[in-house]
């Protein structure tokens, strides 16, 4: 990886500055405060957003400012790259914009955790990084504050090594180790409960056995009960058959009792209809002869009484129409008579018209009383005739009302013969049904005795001994009461049976179920000690190799980075199996605490670069390893230890190093600078060359 070109905008002490770099080995210079700081930031930044506490928005955006953003230029391979990150002040807090990256000329605007992902993946960096709030590779391949490269060193044990599993990546080890412990824990708590849910079982199994043998006796008794609820059953049966068979001669007899009474019964009722029937046949022959003698002789032909009365009906409405006629022409008449002689009254009285009021002359007056008295004459006529006419049509009307009340008599006498013929029909049918009937009633009562006969002799054979009844029955439920006691017995032990089933059935699921407990038991504990014995160790055995490998390799690389940085055969330093530093001075162990700051300074620089080449070597996808960054490398150090800083530039031989410094003695051991100045808090490159 190379950085090639840097683009702040509003970041902290920048306002606007375009940094490139070249190739090789760089110095970043400038006074304490300068803004060399904000350059790494700003690097670390663009290529993996906010880290929580350590990069924030409210470090990097400018104060008073809206707006910033950071784009770095770089180069992986043969791929050139460039990212851009945005800042953006809000009411509450100063969040990342979404931003972009380009890649060979093709762009792609990404959301800032979407920028982190492909950025992990150009620079082979583990994916599970892209979760952590802390890139532990990048900060200690590539850039590491020298205070955080201090504090590892000068850190308790555990913390160390758990830093240190963070960056070689094998934190895996101690997770899982952890897991397990848990894992351990609760199976532990399940081993407990399947033990305590197997308790018991072989108390459970004894009674079992007692219940399966007071259901095997149960049933025994039970097949001695069915023996005896089936003979007991055949011997009732056997008695319920006798009892029916007798009980039936004795309703046989009883029915023929009742059957003899019932035909003596309806004996004297037939005997009493047919006295009956005779009184009224002798009746009907008295009536008979009576109706007769009155209709003898007598005969009338109702159809032509019934014509001719029509007749006499249709004449008769023809004259009264006739005389409607003749009587309205009568008033017309007379009207004509009233109104010639008013007019004739009035005319005599007026001397003017009332109409036109002209003189009315007595030869017009004259006129017309000659005129209403032809008139009156002529419709006097007329009414004499009328009433000539009516006079006759009355008396024809007269005339025939007479013969029409005649003949209407006569159809009625001849109505009055037929009701009696009908009468004396009805009674001579009824006379034939009476002898009919007394004839029939005569053979039935013959039937009904020969029936009589019959039963009365069949009853003398019937035998009937109440006592012999009352004693079966007796004997019969006797034999049910004990039939229903052996019942009731063998429905009690089949219950009992029943019950004993259900709690077999019932202590067996339990019995079944601690069974399975104790498999599930047996199974946990096994998987315990495999888990405790064997996969516990072999983890910790794991890891303790890949610790051991990267101690060797870590506590040569120290070794040799301290030996160019303090030339004294007298102090040498090493690493104990926690990855603390040890070091010997005269031949004794001494403590950090006891070195000069410069001499503190040279260990955490030379475990600085010896962590950093054991991570590259352990982790081969990283492609950062042939960029390194150094922050104040110098702090502390003498004129000779300078001198040495020089020596580690050189077997470094990387393509691109950036120290950031203030020590002006370093710029001989650079081939390019990048001065750093500030005025009116503001910052700025001064010079690169």
Same mark, same amino acid.
């Given at each position: ?17 375009t ?45 008073g ?36 990256i ?23 960096? !583990?994916?599970?990084?892209? @979760? ?15 205070? &955080? ?20 990546g ?71 058959l ?9 309703s ?11 035909? +003596? ?10 006295i ?8 009907y ?27 006499? +009906?249709?004449?008769?409405?023809? *004259? ?51 005129? &209403? ?14 009433? *000539? ?39 001579e049918?009824?006379?034939? &049904? ?13 039937? *009904? ?12 054979e ?43 059935e019932s ?5 079944n ?12 504990n ?10 516990? !160790? ?22 040799k ?47 600085r ?28 150090? @003498? ?47 001064? @010079?690169?060359?």
């Amino acid at each position: 990886m190379r950085i090639k070109k840097l683009v702040l905008d509003n970041i902290r002490s920048y306002r606007s500055e375009t940094i490139n770099f070249p190739d090789g080995s760089i110095l970043l210079q400038g006074d304490i405060g300068s803004g060399k700081s904000t350059i790494l930031l700003s690097i670390e930044f663009a290529l993996f957003g906010f880290r929580r506490q350590d990069l924030s928005g409210s470090t990097l955006l400018r104060h008073g400012e809206s707006n910033g953003g950071v784009e770095l230029h770089f180069e992986i391979e043969k791929n050139k790259i460039i990212i851009k990150r945005t800042l953006k002040r809000t009411n509450n807090a100063i969040k990342q914009e979404a931003g972009y990256i380009i890649i060979n000329d093709s762009k792609h605007d990404l959301t800032p955790i979407e920028l982190k992902s492909k950025i992990l993946d150009l620079l082979g960096y !583990p994916e599970d990084l892209l @979760s952590k709030t802390k890139e532990s590779i990048y900060r200690y391949t590539v850039y590491t504050p020298q205070e &955080s490269m201090k504090q590892i060193v000068f850190a308790d044990v555990q913390e160390r090594l758990d830093i240190l599993r963070r960056v070689f990546g094998i934190d895996k080890y101690k997770r899982i180790k952890e897991n397990l412990a848990i894992y351990l824990k609760e199976t532990k708590k399940k081993m407990a409960y399947q033990q305590g849910a197997y308790e018991g079982m072989e108390e459970l199994q004894k009674e079992l056995a007692n219940l399966e043998k007071e259901s095997t006796d149960a049933k025994k008794v039970l097949i001695d009960l069915e023996s005896r609820s089936k003979e007991s059953k055949e011997a009732l049966e056997k008695k319920d058959l006798e009892f029916k068979e007798y009980s039936k001669k004795i309703s046989e007899y009883e029915s023929h009792k009742s059957k003899i009474d019932v035909i +003596n019964q309806k004996i004297v009722q037939i005997e009493n209809i047919s006295i009956r029937n005779k009184k009224k046949k002798e009746e009907y022959v008295l009536n008979l002869d009576a109706e007769k003698k009155k209709i003898e002789g007598k005969t009338f032909d109702v159809s032509k009484l019934s014509k001719f009365l029509d007749e006499l +009906n249709i004449k008769k409405k023809d *004259l009264e129409e006739k005389r409607s006629e003749l009587s309205q022409k009568k008033a017309v008449s007379n009207s004509k008579i009233n109104d010639s002689k008013n007019l004739t009254s009035k005319i005599a009285s007026i001397d003017n018209c009332p109409m036109c009021m002209q003189e009315v002359g007595r030869d017009h007056k004259e006129s017309i009383r000659n005129d &209403s008295k032809k008139i009156i004459d002529i419709s006097t006529e007329k009414i004499v005739k009328i009433d *000539l006419t009516l006079k006759k049509i009355e008396h024809n009307l007269e005339i025939i009302s007479k013969k029409a009340i005649d003949t209407q008599e006569k159809i009625n006498g001849s109505k009055a013969l037929d009701i009696i013929k009908k009468s004396i029909e009805d009674k001579e049918k009824e006379l034939k &049904s009476i002898i009919h009937e007394s004839t029939t009633l005569e053979k039935e009562i013959l039937e *009904l005795k020969k029936q009589k006969e019959t039963l009365t002799k069949d009853l003398s054979e019937k035998d009937y001994d109440k006592e012999k009844l009352a004693n079966l029955e007796s004997e019969k439920k006797i034999t049910n009461e004990k039939y229903q006691s052996i019942i009731l017995e063998k429905a009690r032990y089949e219950e009992k049976s029943k019950n004993f089933s259900m709690q077999n059935e019932s202590l067996k699921n339990r019995i079944n179920k601690k069974k399975e407990s104790k498999k599930k038991y047996e199974r946990l504990n096994s998987h315990y000690d495999i888990l405790e014995s064997k996969m516990l !160790p072999l983890i910790s055995s794991i890891e303790k190799q890949v610790m051991g490998t990267i101690y060797y390799e870590f506590n040569s690389l120290l070794s040799k980075w301290f030996n160019l940085l303090i030339d004294e055969e007298l102090l040498s330093i090493r690493i104990d199996h926690e990855f603390s530093p040890i070091l010997e001075q005269n031949g004794y162990e001494t403590t950090i605490d006891n070195l000069s700051g410069g001499e503190k300074t040279a260990v955490a620089l030379s475990y600085r670069l010896a962590l950093n080449q054991v991570i590259n070597d352990l982790v081969n996808t990283i492609n950062t390893k042939d960029f390194l960054i150094l922050d104040e490398p110098t702090d502390g150090f @003498s004129s000779e230890q300078l001198e040495k800083l020089n020596e580690v530039i050189k077997e470094l031989a990387i393509n691109q190093l950036i120290i950031v410094s203030h020590d002006q003695k370093i710029e001989g051991f650079v081939e390019n600078h990048i001065n750093i100045a500030k005025s009116s808090h503001e910052s700025s490159i001064a @010079s690169l060359n």
